[in-house]
């Protein structure tokens, strides 16, 4: 029998899940639950004292929040459409699709995270909902993305062929790696780094939910890269790993310059400078693991970032979120 491969493979069938080739993709689908969440989990009480508050944010802070509720309001659906829409078609491997759908669903997730926030908040949906448009920096990163993504968005693309194949890769890597990947951690280090201050705790923690996502959407997104290139390693020229390294580069200019914009003096005890090294630092880490070389060799300026995504460091937190569950399943449904 021939041996499966992940795209273009005549013989399977998308309905038979047993047995399974690529066990990282299950192993990806049991992290997703394990980090299962909803923002109403979360209280917002003390955010929203404090966003009321006349003097306990600054108006640098107040700006970077809503800034990065802009970005993410919008990256966050543009991300699950692309899911659905385009990468589910085109992966017809049955384990990839069961947590495609896992995915899809957490991305649901995080766009209701950003509404939940405007609510709380009192914030204008129309206000942040839209500043994909009206902030250039965000209208940028988006642009890129869409720009990128473009290929698999056709609706007579295929995956037939090797040239085809490489634009399917090159799709997937402006998605998975540029988009989840680049584009989100500035935001991340930005939020989690108020909240290490104890302000907008709560939103900080909702964005600490979302980045553990974010890096098992990422590392299932580098295991499929890796595994088409595996199996059809004449793609995978050194033309083309030199444009992923450019493609990537310019991702990194136009996340260095959005962290800039946020966030134009920092924040208490970190120099905006350091939102960019870790923009630098993190792009490395990506090429890295789709086997591509490094190209900025920063360290990271903010080492309590990784504790926050080591799913590994976090068992306790997994533990009390287990119990939680189970015992939601007690609840009376009327
Ligand atoms: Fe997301
Ligand atoms: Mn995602």
Not at 18 to 47: C, F
Request: glycine share 4%; proline share 4%.
């Amino acid at each position: 029998m021939k041996k499966k491969r992940i795209i273009n493979d005549s013989q399977t069938d998308p309905n038979k899940i047993l047995p399974m080739t690529y066990l990282w993709a299950r192993e990806h689908y049991k992290n997703g639950i394990a980090n299962n969440w909803v923002p109403e989990e979360i209280s917002m009480q003390q955010d929203v004292e404090q966003w009321r508050s006349p003097d306990f944010l600054t108006e640098r802070e107040r700006r970077l929040i809503i800034w990065n509720l802009g970005f993410f309001s919008t990256a966050e659906s543009l991300t699950a459409n692309n899911l659905v829409l385009a990468v589910y078609r085109h992966v017809t491997n049955p384990e990839c699709r069961q947590y495609l759908l896992r995915q899809a669903y957490e991305e649901a997730v995080h766009t209701d995270t950003f509404i939940y926030c405007c609510d709380s908040l009192g914030l204008d949906p129309d206000e942040i909902f839209n500043m994909y448009n009206t902030i250039p920096s965000i209208a940028q990163k988006d642009a890129f993305v869409i720009n990128l993504t473009k290929s698999i968005f056709d609706p007579n693309f295929s995956t037939q062929g090797k040239e085809n194949i490489r634009r399917f890769v090159h799709d997937l890597i402006g998605y998975y790696v540029i988009m989840e990947g680049i584009f989100f951690y500035a935001g991340f280090a930005m939020m989690l780094a108020l909240k290490r201050q104890n302000k907008m705790v709560g939103i900080g923690e909702q964005f600490e939910y979302i980045m553990r996502d974010e890096s098992i959407h990422l590392a299932f997104g580098c295991d499929l890269i890796n595994t088409i290139v595996k199996e059809n390693p004449e793609v995978w020229t050194e033309d083309f790993q030199n444009e992923i390294v450019e493609l990537i580069k310019k991702a990194v200019i136009l996340e260095k310059k959005y962290a800039y914009d946020a966030c134009p003096e920092g924040l208490l005890g970190i120099n905006a400078q350091q939102f960019s090294d870790y923009v630098e630092y993190i792009a490395d880490r990506r090429l890295e693991r789709i086997d591509l070389p490094k190209v900025y060799y920063k360290e990271n300026p903010f080492p309590w970032m990784s504790q926050s995504t080591d799913l590994n460091k976090e068992k306790n937190f997994f533990e009390t979120r287990v119990t939680e569950y189970q015992s939601a399943g007690s609840l009376e449904w009327e």
